[in-house]
Structure formats: structure tokens, C-alpha cells
């Protein structure tokens, strides 16, 4: 998985297998947190949000899950499928003055061998 | 509906050189940001509008980056006389207000040489 600030890692995964892409995030004040998809050539793609009331949300094929305890957040995506190959950043706001500025992780490479 | 554009998509320009960014964001939404990323890295966030509130400028490198929006909407980022450590994919999002969702373009690409 991923840390704010750390190396790149990269997951390879087999067409169909589950994926599970994690991200440790560093400020206990943070309130809402974010995952982004990013293809190749392309800017950065919302697939899910939590905000810090919840523990778990669900969309289609993904999950998000927020532990605040230990501030760790994850991202599963079911039967992943090739077209799921990209980096995945994760994202948390903090509030600041009013002013909402994201901290991004550097992401998680997503490999789906067909 | 329309996405977030940015313009140009491409631009390689040579070391010393001016270069203005545009960023069309999504039509209503307040919230306006510009961020960098270099080669296989994150997101390094540059600046933020809110409104009318002055920007956050926070996360600008140097003097030489600079950045304007005119009537809430349209904004541009200027980098004057230009490194090749400038060389990276400049994105702008925007979101409906702060603390949201935030959509982003596809980024402009710019080359130093």
C-alpha cells in the first residue's frame, strides 16, 4: 500500500482477483478523505469519497474503508478487470481557515494481467 | 454535462521563456485549484480559489508562478522565465465548493528545453 509521501508501490493483480490498494494517512484532523483514479495521459478521475462519520461506503465494484484508529484507509475493488490498470491516489482534507487543501498520497500502481 | 479543460494540452517551450496555462473549471463550481506532477509522483498542490476570498498561494515554488481567475471562473497560471525543473503535467480542479469533490482536467504538459 501507500503512505503519504512514500515510494511509489506498484500491485499486480489477475483479471477477476479482488484488489485491495491501502493508504496511511498522516493528520487526525482530517475529515474527509478521497480515492482517485488515474490512467495513462490523463488527469485524475474521483471513484469514491468517506468522510471521517463513517467507517465503510460502498460503490459499484469498490469499498472504501477508513480506520481512524490507526488513520489507515483502503481501497478494494472487486473483480478487477483490466481496464482498472492505473495509479490510485488517495486524498484527505484538512481544514484549515476555511480553506479545504487535499494532501495527496503519490499513489499505487494497479496492474491487471488478463 | 462539460468537464474541466485545460489549454494547451501539450506545450514545450525553451528555458527563459513565458508561459501562460488556462484552466476552463465546470460551470457553478466555486472552488478552483492548480496543481503539479512530476514524473511518477503525486499531486503537489500550487493554489486555490475560493470565490472571491484572495487565493491561497501557499503552495506556489517560487516568485516566478503566478496565477489569476477572472469573474469567478476562467483561470490562468503564469510561469515566468521558465526551468527546466518546471518540465511537469500542470493540473487545475475545481469542485462546487470547498472541501468537495474535486474534478480535474486532463492536465497540460509542459516541456522545458
Known amino acids: 500500500g501507500e503512505s503519504v509521501g512514500l515510494h511509489l508501490p506498484t500491485l499486480s493483480v489477475q483479471e477477476g482477483d479482488n484488489s485491495i490498494i491501502n493508504c496511511a494517512y498522516s493528520?487526525?484532523?482530517?475529515?474527509?478523505f478521497i480515492w482517485y483514479k488515474q490512467e495513462s495521459g490523463k488527469g485524475p478521475q474521483f471513484i469514491i469519497d468517506?468522510?471521517?462519520?463513517?467507517d465503510k461506503r460502498q460503490g459499484q465494484r469498490v469499498t472504501v474503508l477508513l480506520n481512524k484508529t490507526v488513520k489507515h484507509l483502503s481501497l478494494q475493488i472487486a473483480a478487477t478487470q483490466p481496464g482498472d490498470s492505473a495509479v490510485y491516489f488517495c486524498?484527505?482534507?484538512?481544514?484549515?481557515?476555511?480553506?479545504?487543501?487535499?494532501?495527496f498520497g503519490r499513489g499505487t500502481s494497479l496492474i491487471v494481467h488478463p | 454535462g462539460a468537464g474541466v479543460s485545460q489549454s494547451p494540452s501539450n506545450k514545450v517551450t525553451e528555458k527563459g521563456k513565458d508561459v501562460e496555462l488556462r484552466c476552463d473549471p465546470i460551470?457553478?463550481?466555486?472552488?478552483l485549484y492548480w496543481y503539479r506532477q512530476s514524473l511518477g509522483q503525486g499531486l503537489e498542490f500550487l493554489i486555490y480559489?475560493?470565490?472571491?476570498?484572495?487565493?491561497?498561494k501557499s503552495g506556489l515554488p517560487s516568485d516566478r508562478f503566478s496565477a489569476e481567475r477572472t469573474g469567478g471562473s476562467v483561470s490562468t497560471l503564469t510561469i515566468q522565465r521558465t526551468q527546466q525543473e518546471d518540465s511537469a503535467v500542470y493540473l487545475c480542479?475545481?469542485?462546487?465548493?470547498?472541501?468537495?469533490?474535486?474534478?480535474f482536467g486532463p492536465g497540460t504538459r509542459l516541456l522545458v528545453l
Open positions: 468517506i468522510r471521517s462519520n463513517m
Open positions: 460551470s457553478g463550481h466555486t472552488a
Open positions: 480559489f475560493q470565490g472571491n476570498s484572495a487565493p491561497d
Open positions: 486524498a484527505e482534507n484538512i481544514g484549515s481557515g476555511g480553506s479545504y487543501i487535499p494532501t
Open positions: 493528520n487526525s484532523a482530517s475529515d474527509y
Open positions: 480542479a475545481s469542485s462546487t465548493w470547498w472541501g468537495e469533490t474535486q474534478y
